[in-house]
């Protein structure tokens, strides 16, 4: 059996890093949350959005009228871009610090070095995929943050 020569895994590793994954998650979704207005977020998406529609409209249609409207606004619709894009970034960079502590101070001083396996997906390829302390992270983390982001109502969609 394959799993036989693999190299032993502790599970309280996998189970850390799983947790701490869901830990950060929650704290970020959190964060979030509590920094972003989530209806001006979602009034500036439809208002680009319509921009958008009008523009491709306008382009496919030759329509030299819808054109010129969509020109007079753009300087408008960039800004809304930009206040979009800042009010997202604004969690990632209150974050970064800490994260980069955890990762080179604190996570190294209880044995993890980023290379680590912690943990393996056995159904990739028929082969067991070898998961590294980063790897296991990531992977952990994109499946708590989609997870608590829908239960947060944290989605730029309409629906939530």
Avoid: C
Avoid at 120 to 138: A, H, K, R
């Amino acid at each position: 059996m394959v799993f036989e020569q693999l190299p032993p895994i502790e599970p309280f590793s996998t189970l850390f890093i799983l947790l701490l994954a869901f830990f950060i998650s929650l704290v970020t979704s959190l964060t979030n949350r509590l920094l972003t207005n989530r209806e001006q977020m979602r009034a500036w998406t439809k208002e680009i959005a319509a921009w958008r529609a009008d523009s491709l409209k306008a382009t496919r249609g030759g329509d030299k009228k819808l054109m010129a409207k969509v020109k007079k606004q753009q300087k408008h619709v960039m800004q809304l871009q930009s206040k979009l894009t800042w009010q997202s970034m604004k969690t990632s960079l209150l974050w970064f610090v800490p994260l980069m502590l955890m990762w080179y101070v604190f996570l190294p001083q209880l044995g993890f070095t980023l290379g680590r396996i912690v943990a393996y997906l056995p159904w990739i390829g028929g082969e067991p995929l070898p998961l590294t302390v980063i790897l296991w992270y990531l992977f952990s983390s994109f499946l708590s943050s989609a997870l608590l982001n829908r239960l947060f109502g944290l989605g730029m969609g309409g629906e939530d």
